[in-house]
Structure formats: C-alpha cells, structure tokens
C-alpha cells in the first residue's frame, strides 16, 4: 500500500486548527499546483493532514489517484431534521503541542494557498482534559486499536490506495441544556457511564452508542475517529473528524443519526447538538499527494 499521510494516526497534539477552503474563480490548477508548493515550504508544525474535495481532487490528480465513491458529502434527511452539507475544496488540519505554533501554522499556511484558494471555515480545536467531548464523556473509546486502524481508514489498494476519506463536521454544543439533565440520563442519552466510558448494559434505542453501531453480515462497521473539541465559553462544541475506506461507512451512521434509517429512530444528541458544517474529504496517499504538487 501506498503510505498514508501520517498525521491520520497521529495522538496527543492538543492544539489543532482545521482550516476549510474554497477554489478561487479562474484559477489554473498551475495556480493551485504553485500555492500547495509554497504550504510545503512553510515548514508547518508537527503533524498536517491535506483533504481534497471532491472537484478538486478530480481535477488535479491522475485517474488512479481518484478512489471509487468520491463524491461530496451526500444529505441526509430524516425524523431528526435536515443535515447541513457544506462542501468545501479543501481541508488542512494542523497540530502541535500548542496554540502558539498552530496560530503562526495557520496564518501562513492560509498566505500560502491565498493565491488559489479562499478560507472559509477557521477552527481552532484542542484536547480537553483526558480526551473527552467538552459534555465531559470520553470521545473515541470504541476506536479501533492502532495496530488496526490503517485497515479501518485506509484503501487497501485498486484507485487511491493509501488514501482515506474523511468526514469534516463542526457540531454546535447546547451544554446549558445537556448539563440540566441528571447524570444518569446525559448517560442514557450518549448510552456509555461518563467518569469511565463503559457501555450501558442497556442501550436506550436512541442513545448515540445504539445509533452509531451499525452491525452488517461483515460484522460492526469501524471508522477511525479523530474529533476535538472547538470554541469558547459561549459557543463551542465538536469539531468532528472521522477516517474510512469506505464513506458509505459515514452514510449508514449519517442516516441512522438523522432518523433516516429504515426505523426512523433519531440520535438524542440531537437534542444537545446541531451540525453547523459537513463535508467529505479525500486524504491522499503521501506519494499521491507529492506526485501531483511536483507535477
Ligand atoms: C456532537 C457530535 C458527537 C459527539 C459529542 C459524539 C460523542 C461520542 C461519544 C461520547 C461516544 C462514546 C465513546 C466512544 O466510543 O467514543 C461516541 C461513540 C461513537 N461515535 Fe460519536 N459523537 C458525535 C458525533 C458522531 C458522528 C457524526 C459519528 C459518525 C458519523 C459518530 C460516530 C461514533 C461511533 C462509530 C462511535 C462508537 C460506537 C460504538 O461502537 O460503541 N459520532 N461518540
């Protein structure tokens, strides 16, 4: 398999930034070509993940690099309301050991694509306490292990091998009205205890844990997750990042949280938290991604 880029299975940077753009009207893919090879000069931080959308990518890459089933994030809509679809043509994550680093990483990596591609979405993120949602519930428990999880995100070969796709979401926590509910029923409503993680051993129906095991004739579908929290005292919430081979993967758990699946059973984190963004992403091989900016 080609190399994925590393910074997927990168653990313990606590500042990130997640930075989303969009392509400049006009703009030659020389244009982008000599913008992404200014963002390699800049000599970034410790771990930097590029995704293309959809567009994007087909327009730069040679038709091996372009995996089956890339598309722009698919909507979904179901007993619990409509997800917002924002596309966008690219994605940087950047992350260090602090907010200083990732602050100057971010301002120069958004000069060096300027030429070609326009910033629309901005979000600082950063581990809270010892990996938890900002709901104080541990986020990623059920992760695949990480001997496993190239397996998980990564193609395995065929089109785009060593890339992964990625889901991009930023949610919007109402804490004041999840932190009303008594603690026994946060976790009924996220389905795990919240000092230690461990699984109710009876599910509510509509607790996120139900809604998000998605059992096949292959057994339970896995996606390799990578979400921190964002924001501030009075706006914040999860900047949700997940990896997989397969963005049907994302579909089936998209649906299935939106009330759309076959049962029409809503996620009850809905009640606690609304997607302001989403988008999918291709997250090239290194050698795809080093073929195309050298050209
Ligand atoms: C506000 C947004 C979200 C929050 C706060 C959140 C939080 C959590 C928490 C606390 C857990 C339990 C511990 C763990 O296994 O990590 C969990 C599990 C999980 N979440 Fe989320 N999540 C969110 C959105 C999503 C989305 C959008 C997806 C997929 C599209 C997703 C997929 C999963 C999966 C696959 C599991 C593991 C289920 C299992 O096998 O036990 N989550 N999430």
Known sequence: MATPQPGIFVRGLRAQAHLEFDLRPGVTVAAIRAAFGQLQEVGLVQSAVAGFGDRLWRLLAAA???????????????????????????????A????????DAARLAVAALAPALTLVEDTPGFVYRDGRDLTGFIDGSENPAPDAAVAVACIADGPGAGGAFALVQRWRHNL????????DEQERAIGRTKPD???????????????????????????????VPWGKATANGLQF???????????????????????????????????????????????????????
């Open 96 to 103: 260090d050991r602090g907010p200083d680093v990732v602050f």
């Open 64 to 94: 091996d690099a372009v995996p089956l089933g890339l598309a722009p994030l698919a909507r979904v809509q179901g007993t619990g309301g409509d997800m917002p679809v924002h596309q966008h043509d690219a994605w940087l994550w950047l």
């Open 176 to 183: 004041t009205r999840f932190q009303a509910l008594a603690q």
């Open 241 to 295: 990042v997940a990896f997989s081979a397969d963005p049907q993967r994302f579909t089936a758990m998209l649906e299935r949280m939106f009330g759309a699946a076959p049962d029409g059973v809503a996620d009850r984190l809905l009640e606690f938290s609304t997607p302001e963004t989403g988008a999918l992403y291709f997250v090239p091989s290194t050698e795809a991604l080093l073929r195309w900016v050298r050209g």
């Open 197 to 227: 993680s461990v699984q109710l051993p009876e599910l509510p129906a509509n607790s996120h844990v139900a809604r998000m095991v998605v059992a096949t004739p292959d057994g339970e579908l896995a996606i390799w997750r990578r979400s």
